[in-house]
């Protein structure tokens, strides 16, 4: 069986990534001027493929703070990227050394004895252990620049004292001349809140750098060329129909070839393979799906429905009381459960869109 060319679920690996080499250049040229750059947009367009493709060849401490709650989850956030740092630079100098030994073995011992220990250090309070991580990241990169990135850095605004948390951070960040850091995020209005506000830590500290999906022009040769590679080609209005119904968000595209892909024989792909796709969709979200709608109120998935079949580019609508049979006030409560819960988001045009666009297909359909 031959391999599905399409890949939805996390990082992607050189084969599925689509370079973005003008992005990838203009992050780069701020690296080497280290100043700290802010990087924005919706979730699943590709912020952190884009991050890691740029920085494959610099040194990087890549600290994932999703569903970071607490100061020492931070630490341990970047104990884990410290020591990924240290197996990457240990595996390129065996790598190395390999070559230079011409094949002769090398001592399974050398990477563990390369790597830090950072398990057996006296732990003093987190923030300072944080603090020694970064100064120690700085001090190594004298002789060349190496980049800190906090990926979903917004979630920081959870910790029990945010605020303290992000001054100091902040003083750190200041005077580490080695070092560029990246801040990246996909809850745009608390990364206002983090780097837009005049009272916040971060306030000016940034270059702003909000990401778009990958451009369509870019994106239907290649999704067009994988199909073709495996034997299959997409009948024309197909990739219209894929781009409409996921906005053009580059994982949720990734998502319905893959199925598309799945779901389909042999040469020319239909519309009504689409359709098949996007129910076999469907069934695999089956679980997440009940499980986030028994979440909410009887009231609360009407309105729910009521916005996907009535769209969101206004907040309230006429038609989203009258189809939900619920009033303005509720609605606008409904409306915060679903942005807080992450269901719907604000574009930055201030559309409120699903967050899966599958979902709210599958909610229409319902309709
Ligand atoms: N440059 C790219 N080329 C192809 N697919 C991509 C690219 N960037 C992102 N994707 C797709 O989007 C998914 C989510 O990407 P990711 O970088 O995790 O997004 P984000 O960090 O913005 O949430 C990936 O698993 C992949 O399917
Ligand atoms: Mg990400």
Redesign the pocket.
């Known amino acids: 069986m031959k391999q599905n060319p399409f890949?939805?679920?996390?990082?992607?690996s050189n084969y599925?990534?689509?370079?973005?080499l003008v992005l990838e250049e203009k992050l780069l040229e701020w690296v080497a001027s280290g100043v700290k750059v802010r990087i924005d947009?919706?979730?699943?367009?590709?912020?952190?493929?884009?991050i890691k493709?740029s920085l494959k060849n610099t040194t990087t401490l890549f600290v994932d703070l999703s569903a970071v709650k607490t100061e020492e989850a931070v630490l341990e956030a970047m104990e884990g990227a410290l020591h990924r740092k240290n197996e990457k630079l240990a595996s390129e100098v065996i790598d190395k050394v390999g070559r230079a030994l011409e094949g002769k073995s090398i001592k399974a011992g050398l990477l563990g004895e390369y790597s830090l220990n950072i398990a057996t250090s006296k732990r003093l309070d987190c923030f300072t252990e944080i603090e020694k991580i970064l100064d120690r990241m700085n001090l190594e990169s004298k002789k060349e620049r190496a980049c800190v990135v906090f990926?979903e850095f917004q979630e920081l605004l959870g910790l029990p004292d945010p605020n303290g948390f992000l001054w100091k951070l902040r003083s750190i960040t200041q005077r580490h001349t080695n070092l560029c850091y990246i801040f990246?995020g996909?809850r745009r209005r608390e990364m206002i809140a983090l780097f837009a506000d005049s009272k916040a830590a971060f306030y000016k500290q940034t270059i702003h750098f909000s990401?778009q999906p990958?451009e369509r022009k870019l994106m239907e040769p290649?999704c067009g060329s994988l199909f073709r590679k495996n034997g299959k080609s997409l009948e024309a209005g197909v990739f219209d129909k894929i781009w409409e119904v996921t906005h053009g968000k580059?994982?949720d595209i990734?998502?319905l070839c893959h199925f598309l892909f799945e779901n389909s024989d042999a040469g020319e792909v239909s519309t009504s393979d689409l359709k098949v796709a996007l129910r076999a969709i469907f069934r695999a979200d089956h679980q997440i799906n009940t499980l986030l709608l028994r979440g909410l109120t009887a009231i609360q998935q009407k309105v729910l429905k009521a916005y996907a079949i009535v769209g969101g580019k206004e907040r309230f609508n006429a038609d989203i009381s009258r189809i939900s049979g619920v009033g303005n006030g509720t609605i606008k409560t409904c409306l915060n459960t679903f942005l807080n819960k992450l269901i719907l988001f604000e574009t930055e045009d201030g559309e409120i869109c699903f967050d899966d666009p599958f979902l709210c297909l599958l909610l229409q359909q319902d309709y």
């Open positions: 890949f939805f679920s996390g990082e992607i599925n990534y689509i370079p973005r947009g919706d979730r699943r367009i590709g912020k952190t493929s884009l493709s990926d990246s996909s990401l990958v290649w580059t994982g990734q998502k």
